[in-house]
């Protein structure tokens, strides 16, 4: 079974600060580094190391793109359906606390230079019984996930970030829905507050979707039909929180795909974005199966 990750690429600016800036404020950072991040390319950093065979789709700048199709390579992610566009490739400003906390600013650069013919390409080398998985870091996802539900292909989204543009997407062709409750809230319009309401709503308004809220410290949910299923979160102290979705993302639906149990892939998930939020970086922070198994080992 082969994962397709349709998705972003860009370079992260990762400043630590002892706070987020607020308006008007001008304040020196105590530290600058680079990784490779993107929610498209963090996804399928985790789905490689969680030992699906995994490709990237997706652009980039034709002048800045070396580390990024790189990284991939070196995870073991095939990246010969990324195409080159002129300018820049996306990027993100991100600003993380000691206790923490990020705050991420992003520019879309050639993630939203996609075009159709982009998307038919990729996708004629694909086919029924592959899973295609997507984010909202790029352009062209209503045209991307109805193509690919005609093909009969798995579609697993993550609607992140969450805005006007995720609410106008067939939803209702997604198999499983994995979002935090953020995230939920824009599309459930249930107060982020309330789990469970948020929960509930979406299960009622996608029948045929399984639902995955993740909740931070607070662990995480499942829901599908009349079956809903808790995990609590692994207690880590945590140092950076940027990639933990995508890494709970590509270690859960890697664990399903690999012929594991919900409660299995929900444990997994669970220790993998641990050790992720307790690591430096996006796609650098994304922990190894062998790593996976160890802690998740160490916390029973």
Not at 101 to 112: M, R
Not at 151 to 156: A, D, R
Not at 265 to 285: H, I, P
């Amino acid at each position: 079974m082969r994962v397709l990750v349709f998705g972003s690429l860009n370079i992260d600016h990762v400043y630590k600060v002892d706070h987020f800036v607020r308006p008007g404020e001008t304040m020196s950072s105590l530290d600058l580094k680079l990784f490779c991040g993107g929610k498209g390319l963090n996804q399928s950093i985790a789905f490689a190391r969680s030992g699906m065979e995994t490709y990237h789709a997706g652009a980039v700048g034709s002048r800045d793109s070396d580390m990024l199709t790189e990284t991939l390579r070196k995870a073991g992610v095939c990246t010969e359906f990324i195409r080159k566009k002129e300018g820049p490739s996306g990027h993100a400003v991100i600003q993380t606390t000691a206790h923490g906390e990020n705050s991420i600013l992003l520019h879309g650069g050639a993630n939203q230079c996609l075009e159709k013919e982009d998307v038919d390409f990729v996708l004629g080398h694909f086919s029924r019984g592959d899973t295609l998985v997507l984010q909202n870091e790029i352009n062209q996802l209503s045209y991307i996930v109805e193509k690919g539900r005609a093909m009969g292909m798995k579609i697993v989204l993550n609607p992140s970030p969450a805005d006007e543009k995720v609410l106008s997407l067939p939803l209702k062709d997604v198999d499983y829905l994995i979002l935090n409750e953020v995230e939920g809230a824009v599309i459930s319009k249930v107060p982020e507050s309330d789990e469970e309401g948020i929960l509930k709503e979406l299960m009622s308004r996608f029948p045929h979707t399984r639902i995955v809220l993740t909740l931070g410290i607070r662990g995480c949910v499942y829901g599908y039909k009349d079956k809903v299923l808790r995990r609590p979160a692994c207690r880590v102290k945590a140092v950076d929180t940027t990639a933990a979705g995508d890494t709970f993302t590509g270690f859960f639906m890697g664990s399903i795909l690999g012929g594991n149990s919900v409660e299995e892939a929900l444990e997994t998930a669970s220790a993998a974005a641990a050790l992720a939020v307790s690591r430096d970086g996006a796609g650098a922070s994304i922990p190894t199966w062998k790593e996976v198994q160890e802690f998740g080992s160490r916390q029973k």
